[in-house]
């Protein structure tokens, strides 16, 4: 029942008293008219509903916020199409759900919107998100009115849930190559663009013979060509991707326990950027407390980044330090690496000797102005 329906039911009332006590013809015709206007009002909304198409859409499944002290403004798409010719929607109501499962925010809003005969509409969602996360939108019911709101009918419910990932600016720092370059023992299809190294099966540079070079470097053709005793250094051979431990372990309350999460996302999300820039494929290694395992992801294009964002936005952080350092060396498979990075937003003073890898930890506290670091 809406409000127009009680209105509407108190003033037939009120004109059925009036008939009875003043039983004259105006009287009577006026309330035949009350009777009959909720039948003419029904048949109206019929016909706009048997000739009213819904439909809903997430256009763009990420929203980028623009300041990381400003809200980013994800919105989802109803489309409507009016099919009635003579008849408009002059009142449609919308409720939606919402839930970011990352920073534990949820809520509802009410949505009015209208259509002109025989044309087509998308109204827009718009649900402000300070935090980052996966947003999950969900439309629950759409329904439309007749012309005095005294009856309402649903037009579509439960709708298919729409997810847009909330992601903040990225930040701009330098990391110098040789902190990231990840060199290797073993076998390789990757070698470093900058730095030479012994491998023979890639030439990194062709130069003159310099005092010192062996003499297996001596590259015989083009020295026979140009007449100089010309050398090839071999390449630097690199891991076949970046291993980098994401702590979910986010200290603080409230604000503060927002602030030191999206401060998290971002560092994650500007080192994986600079990494899918420069060709560097990441292997991705954080802790999923609920499910208790070792969640892994391999990033290589940014499509993959957005497609990990999904999966580690499922998990709710709490601050519980040590978890991921414990879990990891627990796993079967969690074997020390080579060299690796540590993500975190937490202070954990011990992680450099936690036996995570055999060479090099390099811890980047994402919470300052700048990148702090610690390397083993």
């Not at 019911?141 to 600016?169: C, S």
């Not at 090839?232 to 200290?251: N, Q, T």
């Not at 996302?265 to 954080?286: A, K």
Request: hydrophobic share 40%; net charge negative.
């Amino acid at each position: 029942m809406t409000l127009g329906t009680l209105l509407y039911a108190i003033i037939c009332l009120l004109g059925i008293f009036i008939c009875i006590f003043y039983l004259e013809f105006g009287t009577v015709a006026i309330a035949g008219i009350l009777v009959f206007i909720p039948i003419f009002m029904f048949v109206f909304l019929l016909f706009l509903r048997m000739r009213l198409d819904t439909s809903v859409d997430a256009k763009n499944p990420v929203a980028e916020k623009d300041d990381m002290d400003k809200p980013a403004r994800p919105a989802m798409i109803l489309s409507l199409e009016n099919r009635n010719r003579f008849l408009p929607v002059t009142k449609g109501i919308v409720k939606v759900r919402y839930e970011n499962r990352f920073s534990g925010e949820t809520g509802k809003l009410k949505i009015r919107f209208s259509v002109d005969a025989g044309r087509k509409r998308d109204r827009r969602i718009v649900v402000p998100m300070t935090n980052c996360g996966d947003l999950a939108i969900k439309v629950e019911k759409v329904r439309v009115y007749d012309y005095l709101n005294i009856f309402a009918w649903t037009v579509g419910k439960d709708y298919p849930r729409q997810h847009i990932l909330v992601l903040p600016p990225t930040k701009d720092f330098y990391l110098d190559r040789d902190r990231w370059y990840t060199e290797t023992d073993e076998d390789s299809d990757r070698f470093s663009l900058y730095k030479k190294g012994d491998d023979p099966s890639e030439v990194f540079d062709i130069r003159e013979y310099a005092d010192g070079d062996k003499i297996q470097r001596i590259h015989w053709k083009l020295t026979s060509k140009t007449g100089n005793l010309m050398v090839k250094d071999g390449s630097l051979p690199l891991a076949k991707a970046l291993h980098i431990f994401i702590d979910l372990s986010i200290p603080g309350e409230g604000e503060k326990h927002h602030e030191n999460a999206n401060k998290l996302v971002q560092g994650i999300y500007s080192v994986s950027l600079f990494m899918i820039e420069h060709m560097v494929p990441q292997h991705f290694i954080w802790f999923n407390r609920e499910a208790d395992i070792i969640e892994e992801r391999l990033v290589e294009h940014e499509e993959e980044l957005l497609w990990m964002f999904q999966d580690l936005f499922r998990i709710h952080p709490e601050d519980k330090p040590g978890d991921l350092v414990e879990a990891y060396l627990a796993w079967d498979q969690g074997r020390p690496l080579e060299s690796a990075m540590y993500l975190t937003v937490s202070d954990l003073p011990d992680v450099e000797n936690s036996g995570l890898t055999r060479n090099r930890l390099e811890v980047m506290d994402l919470r300052g102005d700048g990148f702090g670091k610690a390397v083993k």
